[in-house]
T-cell receptor
Framework: GQNIDQPTEMTATEGAIVQINCTYQTSGFNGLFWYQQHAGEAPTFLSYNVLDGLEEKGRFSSFLSRSKGYSYLLLKELQMKDSASYLCAVRDGDYKLSFGAGTTVTVRA | GAVVSQHPSRVICKSGTSVKIECRSLDFQATTMFWYRQFPKQSLMLMATSNEGSKATYEQGVEKDKFLINHASLTLSTLTVTSAHPEDSSFYIC???????????FGQGTRLTVV
């Protein structure tokens, strides 16, 4: 099975930067995803990493180190609308997607 | 981009009845669709993988006779919750993709409440 760990909650101030870490152990690896999910809604895709390094997309960046089984999602210039749950998900050797428990980010004014 | 449509978005049913949830890929053919369940404040748990034209593969602990999955075409998969109980109340989400996608596309989710 998969083992995916991420912090439960994080709080930050509007305009600040927050980094959400994710560590994983999987049988095979075919990519790591980050999703944003607002309460009662389906997840929306944020980023995908399959090679080591940093992927930048506007205010969001995601980093991957396959040798360390580690990823982070960086949210810059935080806005109130960024308050949500952020899910780290890993696709294994069978192309199944397994999710971490999610990190609830609260942005305060 | 690819769109996955899930219907209904909300459903309330009585205990003992069955509920069908549909997941459609609107602008691409999905050979594989995944069904997830999410309880409040928990993450998505994969229930089963459905492949067009063949039987679904269920995850450990998921009753295949209770959660019937049909993937009759490349654009439609259905999940039927049979003999629903209050503990089946949850958020059900489907995702679809072509073979070996670079990202998974999710439906809007279905909030099932069994009373």
């Amino acid at each position: 099975g998969q083992n995916i760990d991420q912090p439960t909650e994080m709080t930050a101030t509007e305009g600040a930067i927050v980094q959400i870490n994710c560590t994983y152990q999987t049988s095979g690896f075919n990519g790591l995803f980050w999703y944003q999910q607002h309460a009662g809604e389906a997840p929306t895709f944020l980023s995908y990493n399959v090679l080591d390094g940093l992927e930048e997309k506007g205010r969001f960046s995601s980093f991957l180190s396959r040798s360390k089984g580690y990823s982070y999602l960086l949210l810059k210039e935080l806005q109130m609308k960024d308050s949500a749950s952020y899910l780290c998900a890993v696709r294994d050797g069978d192309y199944k997607l397994s999710f971490g428990a999610g990190t609830t980010v609260t942005v305060r004014a | 981009g690819a769109v996955v449509s899930q219907h209904p978005s909300r459903v309330i049913c009585k205990s003992g009845t069955s509920v069908k949830i549909e997941c459609r890929s609107l602008d691409f053919q999905a050979t594989t669709m995944f069904w997830y369940r999410q309880f409040p404040k928990q993450s998505l748990m994969l229930m089963a993988t459905s492949n067009e034209g063949s039987k679904a593969t269920y995850e450990q602990g998921v009753e295949k006779d209770k959660f019937l999955i049909n993937h009759a075409s490349l654009t439609l998969s259905t999940l039927t919750v049979t003999s629903a109980h209050p503990e089946d109340s949850s958020f059900y989400i489907c995702s679809a993709g072509v073979d070996r996608p670079t990202e998974a596309f999710f439906g809007q989710g279905t909030r099932l409440t069994v009373v």
